[in-house]
């Protein structure tokens, strides 16, 4: 158990070292480009030449550019929807965002009554989520991937399935990086009372997460709603329920497509 939360505490060091890169290289080096076109355009304020508009409108796009990636580390650091709107409209902001990045079909299956859980346990099933997808792109090669949530009286359960390549779970249970997804998120499950169960064969992988709800929390089992998530296809939703819709014109970054986060 230590040498597996030795390895889970290195996983942490490369993500952050792998950040810190991403932060440089991309943000560092656009607003570099911004603020020396700003210091072309300063230096010439009193005489501007033909080309101060262009440079103007230049730095005013790298800004913009800037803007856009922090937001999309900040979103996939934490996203603000966990917090204000539960695990649902978390899940499909980032099933939405993943499909669009891979090019993978995804559909979100929700029930309509999903109560609120606790941020730790609403955390644990959205980081259990981007581990589950990034892999399906990482190792099983899916072209589908099908995540649904289920209401039972007395806890949650979450299922993310593909249909690709299989893995040995028993194989992948000890210390080795191949097995730390795993094992990390059990752990993260064991901490609310929760389990994690793995199951995998030659016709696809799923991975089964279950949480149990509070005392005041317990209900009956209700419809499900369903969502497929495809590029270029707008999203489809069959629901009855009205909605606020949000319009943000910020585009996720494709290099950010297999980011996870143990923390």
């Excluded at 304020?45 to 550019?65: C, H, M, S, T």
């Excluded at 589950?132 to 039972?152: F, Q, Y």
């Amino acid at each position: 158990m230590n040498s597996l939360s030795a390895r889970v505490l290195e996983l942490q060091d490369e993500e952050r070292r792998r950040l810190a890169r991403d932060l440089h290289d991309t943000v560092g080096q656009e607003i570099v480009v911004a603020l020396m076109t700003l210091d072309t355009i300063a230096r010439t304020w009193d005489k501007p030449g033909p080309n101060a508009q262009k440079n103007l409108r230049e730095a005013i796009d790298w800004l913009r550019k800037v803007e856009s990636e922090i937001r999309t580390f900040s979103y996939l650091l934490h996203p603000p929807l966990l917090d204000d709107m539960g695990l649902g409209s978390a899940l499909s902001w980032y099933i939405e965002g993943f499909s669009k990045r891979s090019g993978i079909l995804v559909q979100l299956s929700l029930p309509e009554n999903l109560p609120r859980l606790s941020l730790q346990a609403e955390t644990a099933l959205f980081r259990i989520t981007q581990e589950s997808l990034s892999n399906v792109i990482r190792h099983s090669r899916s072209g589908k991937a099908w995540v649904l949530v289920t209401l039972e009286p007395s806890c949650l359960t979450l299922s993310i399935r593909d249909e690709g390549h299989g893995f040995d779970p028993a194989a992948h249970a000890g210390s080795a990086p191949s097995g730390v997804g795993i094992e990390g998120m059990r752990g993260r499950l064991k901490s609310l009372g929760g389990f994690l169960n793995p199951q995998s064969g030659p016709h696809g992988t799923e991975v089964l997460a279950t949480v149990p709800l509070r005392g005041g929390q317990k209900v009956a089992a209700g419809g499900i709603r369903e969502r497929r998530h495809r590029v270029p296809e707008t999203t489809r939703a069959a629901s009855s329920a009205k909605r606020i819709l949000i319009v943000d014109d910020h585009e996720l970054s494709n290099s950010l497509r297999t980011w996870s986060f143990l923390t």
